[in-house]
Each structure stands twice: as C-alpha cells, then as structure tokens.
C-alpha cells in the first residue's frame, strides 16, 4: 500500500508527538521517495525537516530528508528570495500611498515559531483596488518579471458591482518567487467571493487568514496538511469565530468547513486543545462536503463540487442566470483551454460579471503606436476599452492587452497590431 495522508500527518503535524515522524519513516523505510513526495507534495516539508532534525538520528531518516531536500531544492531558493521582494514592494506602496498586506501563506508564515517551517510557493498580496495591483505589478517588472503567460491576469465583478480579480507576474528563469497581487474580495471557486481585507499595520487578521486557508483548499476541493498546520497556528489567536464563518457563508463554503473539519478529526493523536479549537470552529449543523479522496477521484470531485457550488451562488446572487452560469462552470473546469488565434469575428468585451473570467493577454508594445481607436471607454480605473476595427483591446496606462473570455484571440486583431510594430506571443 503507498503512504497515506496519516503517514505525511504523522512526519509533519507540529501538533503531533515527535516520535511519529521518526517512526513513520521508519515504517515506510522501503518507500521513502513516495512518502517523500507526498510530504512534499502536502506542503509540509519545512515541518517535517525540524521534526525529524530534532527528533534521534537514523538512516532512515537522514535519506529521507536528503529525498526531500531533492524535490524541495528550487522551491527553497525561489522561497530566498522573499524578503526582498516585499522589501520592493513595500517601497513602492509606500512611495505611492498604497494600502496592502501579504495575506495566505506570505502572511500566515509571520504566526510560527520559525517561518522556514511553513511552505510557501508564492508571494500572495493584498490590495484594494484594481489600481493598485498594476502599479505594484509594474515596480516588479525592472527585477525581470513578467506578466504569466500560462495565468495571464484577470477580473471579475461580484453581484455587489465590486471589481475583483488576480494579477500574477514571474521570472521565467522561476528564480525568485511568484508573486499575486489579489484585488479586492477573495475569488472562490467559479462565480464566490469573500470580501476579505482585515488587516492591522499590514497584516491580516487571523480570522481573514483561516477563511482564506479555507477559500485556498475549496478551489483544489482538497485540505492538505500544510493547512491543518496553518489552522494549529492560528486558531488560539482568534477572537471572532463569527467573522470566519460570515466569510465562508459569504462564499457559499460552510459546507466545505465542515467537511474539512471531520477530515482533520478523522487524523490520530490530535491533541485535546486542537479538538477544542476546531469545536469552536464548528459552524451549525447542515450538509458535509466529503473531501477525502483518491488522486484518481480528485479532478472528478472538483468538477463536480464547482458546478454545484456555482449553482448554489448563482440561485442566491443571480437566479435569473443560473441556466448560464452553470454551463460556463461546467466548460471552465472541465477541459483544458490553450489560448489560441482563430480567424472569428471580433471580439467586443460586454459587461463584467462574477461567472465570466477576463483575461487579458500582454501585447509587446506601447499604447501610443495603437491604431487610432473608434472609441474609448473606462471600464474600472485604471483599466480603459479601445474598440478597433478588429476588436477591443484593453490598455492599463501605456500598456496594451487582448481581453479574452475564452482563450481565443481575433486573427485580424493580432495582425493589425502587428502591422502596428506590436507583438502578440501568441500563434497567428
């Protein structure tokens, strides 16, 4: 039988005796690699390093840590370079008045004893306007970094008119950190929201913080145990349970707590004071989310789970679209969607709305060289729509993107920019 989610819980729940990571590697001696990979893979390798490390030396052990150091190499030099990252960031905020916070891991880390025993594979950000994440975006962009082009940026609106969305910038070389800047509420899972942002002197609050682990491991339908480690950590610095579950109810995720909850009770040798916490956590009675799953069950399950939690938000948010929203679920989660050029007509960007994701594409090139528009509209400070002959473009300061609802991009619009001397890293 290959490791178990209990073998990974037993090497690294700080919560847990120390002698259960020593003797589950000593179980599962003849399948380090895998058990190894699953460490890793749940997020919890810098715990288990300092339990194993403090724990009696054994051979066992040492190969073990040298097979997890191995899958954790890059991601430990990327996670380096952090500190100076913010330091960039937090300049630039303050040069232009700009409120934010880290919040997920970049903030949860703050809570442990050592912060190199929380796993983090990104820097994620907090900021309150659409505005502000593309001038601290740009402040990046002089250290090499560029806008992803596998998770390009987008936005939302949420059934309350609020702009919301994601922009994501990296080093190709994956040098240095990835870094999130998250814009407004908090994006759950198709069409949810959850207005988080309670922060104090830069940094958020921990209840904020456990709804964001939770609105975290909603979108993958899964709680890894980097996130029982989390809510450890957290938990006795809570003061207002109400808070927490008035986010998750927001986002349509107290079902998902609860199963998450009976998930972590499932796990042995919990300690009394964590089972208090986690009663405290307890949202009333009602329908349980079953989140323990095979690998092989997991894409299944996160289809499903999505479309119905769409349904679920769109019945309270938008009762008279639910027809569409769960069509556009369906389509989002369940097939691949590679960006691509067709020869279609051109594209004209409607209204936002929560079920309908905007990305823009990054075109090389100043706005000043644009073809001169047909017409020019604000969409949300500071983002303005250029409607050409081809389609609408999308400009953010001098800045120029293609804004796509499904990957595809008009043909005609990729040449006339090109004719334009702006280039499109896209095939046409």
Known sequence: MNPTWQDAADIGLMMLPRESAAAAVERRADQLAALAALVVTQKVAGSARRRLQEGPPSAAGEKFLALVDDEREAADRRMATIPSVLDAVA????????????????SIRQSYQDPRMR??????????????????????LPMGYVYAPWELPWFKKSASGEL?????????????????????????????TMPLGRHR?????????????????????????????DLHVLLPLVTNVARIHALLDHGGLLPFLRGCLSRIRRLTGLPAGLLESLDRLEPAP??????QVTAAEADRLRIAQTVTHAAEIALRDHPEQVRAIVASAADAYSYDHPLTVLPRPAYRLGPLVSWECVRLVPVQGSARHLPRPATVA???????????????????????????????????????????????????
Request: proline share 5%; glycine share 10%.
């Open 91 to 106: 300049a630039a905020a303050e040069s232009s008045g700009i409120e934010w916070s880290p919040m997920k891991g970049c």
């Open 119 to 140: 796993d983090v594979g990104d820097v994620d950000l907090w900021v309150p306007s659409a505005e502000d994440a593309w001038t601290l975006s740009e402040t990046l």
């Open 164 to 192: 919301y969305g994601q922009v994501r910038v990296v080093r190709l070389e994956r040098d240095r950190a990835a870094v999130d800047f998250h814009i407004g509420s908090y994006s759950v899972r198709h069409c949810g």
């Open 201 to 229: 002197k830069g940094r958020f609050l921990p209840e904020d913080d456990i709804a964001a682990v939770f609105g975290n491991a909603a979108g993958d339908c899964m709680l890894d145990l980097k996130s029982v480690n």
């Open 286 to 291: 009602g329908p349980e989310e079953d989140v």
């Open 378 to 428: 604000d969409v949300e400070h500071p983002i303005r729509l250029l409607s050409l002959d081809g389609g609408d473009l999308v400009t953010v300061g001098d800045r120029v993107f293609i804004p796509t609802v499904d990957f595809r991009v008009p043909e005609d619009l990729v040449v006339t920019l090109r004719e334009a001397g702006l280039s499109v890293d896209v095939d046409a």
